[in-house]
């Protein structure tokens, strides 16, 4: 959050961010992981539930509605399992479109 660029815009609405999931086997690394695939190397998209929706809302370097590509996405499943679940569901609710691959 700390190289968050309030004043950059967000990149527009009906875009696909493509998630690097290869490395994702913890909470933290997911969240390192939507950060860069959204904003770049050391991007931020939230950091919990609630960051992560406030994120989806607008003004963090997305602009609702997009689509998320997420590689990998079995890596994630296999460590984080019901959380994973939890935050398929948490994108969900923000009608935000996840391809899992």
């Known amino acids: 959050m700390a190289h968050h660029r309030a004043e950059a815009p967000d990149k527009p609405a ?3 961010y493509q998630l ?3 490395h994702v086997t913890d909470i933290e690394g997911f969240y390192c992981a939507i950060g860069e ?3 770049g190397p050391g991007g931020y998209f ?3 539930g609630d960051a992560l929706h406030d994120c989806v809302t607008g ?3 997305a602009e609702w509605p997009f689509r998320l590509t997420w590689h990998h996405a ?3 499943h296999s460590h984080l399992t019901a959380k994973f679940d939890q935050i398929l569901q948490w994108l969900a609710e923000d ?3 996840v391809e899992l691959r």
């Open 14 to 16: 009906d875009s696909t």
């Open 20 to 22: 690097d999931g290869r």
């Open 37 to 39: 695939a959204i904003n």
């Open 46 to 48: 939230g950091w919990n």
């Open 59 to 61: 003004g963090w370097g």
């Open 74 to 76: 079995e890596v994630a």
């Open 95 to 97: 009608q935000i479109e």
